[in-house]
């Protein structure tokens, strides 16, 4: 019973103080002292409260546009909007300080940040990438301009990052004409993923796809097509064995170079005999 009654208690008194949070904010709303509010937006920005400090900051925007706290502004607006994990505003306010207020103390972390914005906004793999694509070339950016920053370190890192979701995502497309079977495609998206990303962590499955896909191409290709076709896949054979000689994809590899060496032989005998 005692512990009930403490706990109501405890319910009430938190509620009244979040009453009297709403009701000193309204006040703070209200109020016609930029500067109290300015303070109070910085107060709440502190205190982590970044919907308060975003909506008294995004007033005071218009307020303050041509002196020389509106890069101040557009900072704290910007940042009470990452707070809130509207990212998408947030770098847009960040990239309108940088060309406002180009001499601003806050142009680097903004430039940073909208990078880092971006890096936020990345979508899972398999969707478009090309907010990745920004990101990265925001953080290089960023970079270029700021090689000595303590930063530096922490972009190379969501670069890295950005890059291996790009890797993946070139990766997974290319293998989705390999699944379905579309080997002519396949054999172009294969090797513009290859091409594209020459150091990429799926280089091995990449390259056994494309053996196979040219494989399977060549033996199921019209005659006038097949010679040409089956060369190409012996020299992708070639090509695969000699760079991983201890694939797991090995003996397979074999069986398609034995095959692709009788057909090709074939083809070459009733060339001649013709």
């Known amino acids: 019973m005692f512990a009930k009654m403490k706990n109501r208690i405890w319910g009430l008194l938190l509620l009244a103080v979040g009453l009297s949070a709403c009701s000193d904010f309204n006040k703070v709303i209200k109020s016609t002292d930029y500067e109290y509010k300015y303070k109070k937006g910085i107060e709440y920005f502190e205190a982590g409260e970044f919907v308060r400090s975003g909506t008294l900051f995004q007033e005071l925007i218009n307020i303050y546009r041509g002196t020389s706290r509106a890069d101040q502004i557009y900072y704290y607006y910007a940042k009470s909007m990452m707070g809130q994990k509207d990212y998408l505003m947030a770098s847009q306010y960040f990239r ?4 406002e207020y180009p001499t601003s103390k806050f142009l680097e972390e903004s430039q940073f940040m909208v990078g880092y914005c971006s890096y936020l906004m990345s979508p899972k793999v398999r969707l478009d990438q090309d907010v990745t694509m920004q990101a990265i070339d925001a953080l290089q950016l960023y970079i270029n301009l700021y090689p000595f920053s303590e930063r530096v370190d922490e972009a190379h890192r969501l670069i890295d990052e950005l890059r291996d979701k790009l890797v993946e995502k070139s990766f997974l497309s290319a293998r989705l004409y390999y699944d379905f079977e579309n080997y002519k495609a396949a ?4 090797e513009n993923s290859l091409k594209e990303y020459p150091d990429s962590r799926f280089r091995e499955e990449l390259m056994f796809m494309l053996l196979k896909s040219k494989y399977l ?3 199921n290709s019209v005659e006038e097509k097949k010679e040409l076709r089956l060369s190409s896949a012996l020299d992708e054979y070639f090509a695969f064995v000699d760079e991983f000689p201890e ?9 398609f170079y034995e095959t ?3 057909l090709l032989n074939y083809n070459k005998e009733q060339t001649i005999s013709n």
């Open 260 to 262: 692709t060496a009788k």
């Open 247 to 255: 694939s797991k994809y090995r003996k397979e590899a074999e069986k």
């Open 187 to 190: 054999v172009v998206a294969l």
């Open 217 to 219: 191409l060549a033996v």
């Open 96 to 99: 309108t300080l940088i060309k």
